[in-house]
């Protein structure tokens, strides 16, 4: 089944403990990409990647890293979490020369 | 800016309707806008995609219409069911490398039994 996985679905911490929240995905696309969602404020994109070390900021990269290693893997590290990084992250895919985009089943990050 | 605009209120309809939500985009040409279905605390689930040079697509109970004039996208679900109850959110794109998508803000739609 092709999909789309992310790891901790849920994750409350505490200020600056380093966390790192995985994404893998099983159906060998080149494109992925990082979007935080909030209330009002719809999904930003944090950073994206068009394959394999290849990384590019989006809209709200601070505060955020990532790395694109193997082509099923684009982890996002947060090294020094902070309450205001407290969202509903997604990871995205999209195969080559599509335009539509599929979606993890989410984490929530809880920053107090 | 670029501004995308949909229903903000929740959309209540009965069963067996058509529901209609609707996305409107400022300061934008884009190259497609794209369809999505959210239900609460997941993601994203792609629907439909309609280009700028497309007035109209379907599929199933699903019809997608774009009028780059008056910068605006209907969204239709016919015969509608208590299923499709969810946030229906609009994506414009552009050509470019990223292929970056503009997202709206999401429509609620209830459609009650």
């Known amino acids: 089944e092709a999909q789309v996985t992310q790891n901790p679905r849920y994750l409350i911490t505490v200020t600056g403990k380093k966390l790192t929240v995985t994404c893998s995905q099983n159906?060998?696309?080149?494109?992925m990409s990082w979007y935080r969602q909030d209330p009002g404020l719809g999904l930003r994109q944090i950073y994206y990647?068009?394959?394999?070390?290849?990384?590019d900021k989006g809209d709200v990269p601070e505060g955020y890293k990532v790395s694109r290693k193997e082509k099923r893997n684009f982890p996002l590290i947060l090294e020094s979490p902070s309450p205001n990084q407290t969202s509903l992250y997604f990871c995205?895919?999209?195969?080559?020369?599509?335009?539509?985009?599929?979606f993890g089943p989410g984490t929530r990050l809880t920053v107090t | 800016s670029q501004k995308i605009e949909q229903n903000s209120e929740a959309l209540n309809i009965q069963e067996g309707k058509t529901a209609t939500l609707t996305c409107n985009y400022t300061?934008?040409?884009?190259?497609?806008l794209q369809w999505y279905r959210q239900d609460p605390g997941r993601g994203p689930v792609f629907l439909l995609l309609?280009?700028?040079n497309e007035k109209e697509k379907r599929k199933e109970r699903l019809k997608v219409t774009f009028d780059t004039t008056l910068k605006q996208s209907l969204f239709h679900i016919t015969a509608s069911q208590p299923a499709d109850s969810a946030t229906y959110l609009c994506?414009?794109?552009?050509?470019?490398?990223?292929?970056?998508?503009?997202w709206g803000l999401g429509t609620s739609l209830a459609v009650n039994p």
């Open positions: 159906m060998n696309h080149e494109y």
């Open positions: 309609i280009r700028e």
């Open positions: 990647s068009m394959n394999v070390e290849v990384t």
């Open positions: 995205a895919t999209r195969g080559q020369g599509r335009d539509e985009q599929y």
């Open positions: 994506a414009l794109g552009h050509a470019g490398n990223n292929r970056k998508l503009i």
């Open positions: 300061n934008y040409s884009p190259a497609y």
